[in-house]
């Protein structure tokens, strides 16, 4: 049985981790970055960017003045124990979101959003967001992901229904136009890490969006080669915009393209973006039956699909 004491510990930690570290890929990111600018000022902001990352991992500091929405994805072992059963999960998981931030590893961001009420805990009605994934196995994956304001709002997020005659022309012409005026309005940090939602429900696309864009690796490639092409080219678009670092010109406007889809309705496709911020935080760890903990550098969310 995993106990509700390892549980606190490692739900902590993982927030921590989260929010004040960088993952291996984004450092790769950065470092690719600072190497294929041929724009001096665009270097240096990438360099300055990862130099201040790094401070903040030193000092154990958020990577970010806006710390983001807590959420959490979670993949269940089919086998699993767990003392007090997923309930006590998402508890533990509220407890812990609200100690990180009152000892500062999170801002107190999330409000009621009629009344402006702020509870200083960033735990409220839907708050933090809880997304499970079932697996075989006896083990827990808790993965958790700092979702900028700046990424969500204001044309970071978008959402739109594209016809099957308009094809694939349609939902590139729609990404790369929302990204470009998403980036024009100062509404997201480009060079972002786009995930793209192709498919379902209104609700599926953007989940997948999201998804793709918080949980997948930075540089990585869906498995199956028209899906992976799509991304290459939605890459390479974008990069040729020329929008750079925060807005301020250069050769690198994305970090990734990561492209998800499901199965859609003959009536049409729906197609959402989702932008994270180029820091891309999240952290994950793995729960063994018998206590045993594991970073993991991959959340692996989408594995097996």
Known sequence: M?????????IFDTIKRGSCFISKDVRSA????????????????????????????ERVNPACPDTGWPLFYFKIGNEVNIEGGPLALEEIARQMVTKATKEGYLRSTMKHPLTGYDPGTNVGMNIPDFTYKFVPGENIEITFVAKGGGSECFGGTRYNMIAFA????????????????????????????????????????ANL????????????????????????????????????????GGDVSVFGVNVEYAYTH??????????????ARRATNRVYADGRVEQLDNPNWFEGR
Not at 179 to 189: H, N, Q, S, W
Request: net charge negative; charged share 20%.
């Open 2 to 10: 995993i106990n509700i004491k390892v549980l606190e510990k490692v």
């Open 266 to 279: 003959i009536a049409g496709i729906a197609v959402a973006l989702s932008s994270n911020c180029w820091i």
């Open 30 to 57: 950065f470092a690719e970055a600072i190497e294929k600018e041929s724009t001096q000022g665009a270097k240096e902001a990438f360099h300055n960017t990862l130099k201040s990352l790094d401070l903040s991992i």
């Open 209 to 248: 969006a999201k998804e793709a864009a918080s949980l997948r690796l930075v540089g990585s490639h869906h498995p199956e080669e028209m899906i992976a092409r799509i991304e290459d080219d939605l890459y390479n678009a974008i990069n040729s915009l020329g929008i750079g670092p925060m807005g301020s």
């Open 166 to 205: 308009d094809g694939l022309a349609g939902i590139e012409k729609f990404i790369l136009d929302a990204y470009a005026a998403a980036a024009r309005a100062g509404a997201i940090c480009p060079p972002a890490v786009l995930g793209v939602g192709i498919g379902g429900t209104g609700n599926i696309a």
